[in-house]
């Protein structure tokens, strides 16, 4: 091997070892970041009073929750997260009931079970008016389904 094929090879090692370090720092560097998922915000504003009609509850695709607002006993937040597999669930105005699209199951008006596979009730979330005059949904604070936040 003459002197100019040993340096040619010499840079090759040197590169191939250089790139061995960084791969292994960037994945030391990796390992010490923590692998953190950062939930949004559990309690937020949803609106003003007055942004929510009477009648058929608004459904809030981002937030996943039902807003109900009826005229005598006020405003109630449910989940629309089913119980059963986490599927997002459909309100039905003309059986008051909601369904879920993947597994068909059924839940009552309160968000009862009434056919399965969902083991559990639906969610009902405490709502409250913030300072400023909005309704603030809090989704660590669960509810009786007859809970009502009369404004
Ligand atoms: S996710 Fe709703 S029934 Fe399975």
């Known amino acids: 091997m003459n002197r100019r094929a040993f340096l040619s090879w010499g840079t090759v090692g040197l590169a191939a070892l250089c790139s061995a ?27 003003n009073p007055a942004d929510f009609p009477f009648g058929p509850p608004a459904f809030l695709a981002d937030e996943k929750i039902f807003v109900f607002r009826d005229r005598d006993k006020g405003f109630a937040v449910a989940s629309a997260v089913c119980t059963h597999l986490g599927c997002t669930v459909a309100h039905f ?51 009786p389904s007859s809970y009502r936040l009369v404004v």
């Not at 370090?21 to 609106?47: D, M």
């Open 93 to 143: 105005q003309s059986d008051q009931r909601f369904h879920c699209p993947c597994h068909g199951s059924e839940f009552g008006a309160d968000g009862s079970v009434l056919h399965g596979p969902a083991p559990r009730p639906l969610n009902w979330f405490e709502v409250t008016l913030a300072r400023d005059g909005q309704l603030r949904v809090d989704k660590d604070k669960t509810v």
């Open 21 to 47: 370090v960084a791969v292994s720092l960037g994945a030391v560097c990796r390992f010490l970041v923590p692998s953190v998922f950062y939930e949004p915000p559990q309690s937020f504003k949803i609106g």
